[in-house]
C-alpha cells in the first residue's frame, strides 16, 4: 500500500510501472519532509547562539565601564561562540557522512591509533573535571574503514562521557574483536540516560534534557555522527545505560581480517 495526498492506494491493483512510480513520489514527499524539518531544526539551533550572542554584544556595550562585568560578558561570548562553531563543524561532518558521497576508500586502520587519538583530544576536557580516562582492553586489532571518521566516533563518545559524567570519575575506553569485529566501547560512571530515551538518543538533534544539555554546550549531533560513522562502515552503534549509575557505548566495526586473539590478548595482559 502507498499513499500519495494522503490517498491510500492497493498497489497491488495498479499495473507494475504505475505503481513504481506512485512509490518514487511517496519517497520523494517523505524525503522533502525530512529535508524540510532538518532546515527548520538546524535555523532553530543556529537561532539560539547567534540571539545570546547579540545580547550579550550590547550587554557589553553598556557595561563599558566596569571592567569585571566586561570580562564577564566576554567569558560567556566565547563560550557561545565555540557552540555555535562546533555546531557549524558537526553539520557539515553530518552532511558529508549522510550526503550520499561515496565513502572514501576503506583501508586496514589500527584500533589502537584511533583510541589512541580520540583519547588524545578529549583530554584537556578530562582534565578539567579531574576525569581519569584509562584505555585497556585487547591490542593490535585491525578494522577496515576511515581512520578520520572512526577517530571522530570515538572522541564523540569519550566526549559525551566526560560531559554527562561527575568531576572526579573515571571513564574506560577500549577494543575487543567478537564475531568478525571490533567491539569499541566507552563506559562512564556518569548521570546515564533514562530508559525512554535511550533508543532516541541517535536521533539528530535529540538530547534528553535541553536545559542541560545547553550547559554542556551539546549540539545534539554527536551521536548522530557515530550512528553514521557505524553503518558507513558496515557496523553499528548501542548503549547500555542506568540512570544515575552511568553507560556504556559499544561501537562495532567489521575487523580488517582474522587476527590471532590468543596472542593480542596475551598481549594486552602483559
Ligand atoms: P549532545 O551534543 O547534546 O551531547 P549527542 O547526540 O552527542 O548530543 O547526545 C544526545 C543526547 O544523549 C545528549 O544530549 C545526552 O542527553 C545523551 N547522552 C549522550 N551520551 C551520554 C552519556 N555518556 N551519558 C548520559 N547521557 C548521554
Known amino acids: 500500500q502507498v499513499g500519495v495526498h494522503g490517498i491510500r492506494l492497493e498497489t497491488g491493483a495498479l499495473p507494475g510501472p504505475v505503481a513504481l512510480v506512485l512509490m518514487d513520489v511517496t519517497e520523494a514527499r517523505r524525503v522533502e519532509v525530512v529535508r524540510r524539518d532538518f532546515v527548520a531544526n538546524v535555523g532553530h539551533e543556529l537561532k539560539t547562539p547567534v540571539g545570546a550572542l547579540r545580547l550579550l554584544a550590547e550587554a557589553v556595550e553598556d557595561a563599558a565601564d566596569d571592567p569585571e562585568t566586561v570580562r564577564r560578558f566576554s567569558a560567556r561570548m566565547t563560550h557561545e561562540a565555540e557552540r555555535l562553531s562546533r555546531l557549524v563543524r558537526e553539520l557539515i561532518d553530518l552532511s558529508r557522512l549522510q550526503g550520499g558521497e561515496p565513502l572514501p576508500e576503506l583501508v586496514p586502520v589500527e584500533v589502537d591509533r584511533v583510541v589512541a ?3 588524545d583530544r578529549t583530554g584537556l576536557a578530562a582534565s578539567a573535571k579531574q576525569i581519569t ?3 585497556g582492553g585487547q591490542h593490535g586489532l585491525v578494522v577496515r ?7 571522530t566516533a570515538v ?12 568531576e572526579g570519575t573515571r ?12 567491539e569499541i566501547t566507552v563506559t562512564d560512571s556518569g548521570i546515564g540516560i533514562p530508559r525512554e530515551d535511550r533508543s532516541r538518543v541517535f536521533e539528530r538533534f535529540y538530547r534528553v534534557d535541553q536545559s542541560r544539555a545547553s550547559t554542556t554546550g551539546g549540539t545534539g549531533l554527536g551521536l548522530a555522527i557515530v550512528k553514521h560513522v557505524a553503518s558507513n562502515h558496515g557496523g553499528s552503534v548501542s548503549v547500555w545505560s542506568e540512570e544515575g549509575l552511568g553507560s556504556t557505548f559499544t561501537l562495532r566495526v ?3 581480517a582474522q587476527v590471532d586473539v590468543e596472542a593480542s590478548s596475551a598481549a594486552a595482559g602483559a
Open 145 to 151: 574503514g576511515v581512520e578520520s571518521q572512526l577517530a
Open 254 to 256: 567489521p575487523l580488517a
Open 171 to 182: 571513564i574506560a575506553v577500549g577494543a575487543r574483536g567478537r564475531s568478525g569485529f571490533a
Open 133 to 135: 580516562i584509562a584505555s
Open 155 to 166: 572522541t564523540n563518545l569519550l566526549a559525551n562521557a566526560v560531559a554527562y559524567s561527575p
Open 117 to 119: 587519538e580520540a583519547v
